[in-house]
Structure formats: C-alpha cells, structure tokens
C-alpha cells in the first residue's frame, strides 16, 4: 500500500486558493512547485470549502480552470457550468435534481456560475434557467 503524502501546509494552500481566482501564471507556478495544489481545499469556515477549481469556476477564468483541470483537478458541477459542459450539467441534474439550486463556494448558485462563462456557457444558463422555471410551475 502506498504511504500517504505529508499534508500540504494550510498558507500554502489559502495562498494558492486565493491566486486561483485572477492569476494565472502564479497558478501554473505554485502547480509546478506542487502538484498536489490541484485538488487542495481550503475551509473559509461554516462549511464554505473551496479548491482553485472553485475559486477559477465562479470569477469565470476559463483559462485556470483547464490548466487545473489538465494537471488533474476533479471537475464539479460548477466547473462544468461556467465551461459551458451542457451535457454534463443536464446529466447531472437530470440523475440530482435538486442540483440546480446547488450553491458553490460561498454561497454562489450555479447558475451563478454558468453565467461567468459568458457566451461558451449559453446553454448551460438557458438549462438552468429552464430548470428554475420548471420548477416555480410545479410548485404554484
């Protein structure tokens, strides 16, 4: 059985969490220094878990979350909602229904997120969009 890494260190991984969101060159270059950084999760407190995927998926910076998902980051729901993923996300609400009022990282919906993916996420907001709509009718 291979032995468990040594736990990365709480700043390293606020610090990266925190560049995720606007730099992309740090990111590459924290991955590059630490490979492990790409699935690390930093804990804001009550429950508000976030990994640069999360920080990159709800500022819409396309471009950190497939770097993070090329160096093995795990895609969420939230990730494949600002990418614009329309097949996943309508499996994934199709299987969970109750994934449409998901919230993300700080408490950010996800349509939210689908809608900092500007226009490669259309489909993904109109998806939820509808899903909502849907949903106020059954409960009226």
Do not use: Y
Request: aromatic share 6%.
């Amino acid at each position: 059985m291979a032995s468990t890494p040594e736990q990365l260190s709480s700043e390293l991984v606020h610090e990266f969490v925190r560049i995720a969101h606007f730099d992309f060159d740090q990111v590459r270059a924290s991955l590059d220094d630490e490979p492990q950084l790409a699935n690390a999760t930093w804990d804001w407190g009550g429950g508000d878990w976030e990994t640069g995927l999360g920080a990159a998926s709800h500022v819409g910076r396309r471009d950190i979350a497939e770097l993070l998902l090329d160096r093995g980051a795990r895609l969420d729901v939230f990730a494949a909602a600002m990418l614009g993923q329309v097949g996943i996300v309508r499996a994934i609400i199709d299987a969970f229904p109750a994934t449409r009022d998901a919230k993300g990282p700080h408490g950010i919906p996800l349509i939210e997120h689908a809608k900092q993916g500007g226009a490669e996420a259309q489909a993904v907001v109109e998806l939820l969009g509808a899903a909502q709509e849907s949903s106020r009718r059954t409960i009226c």
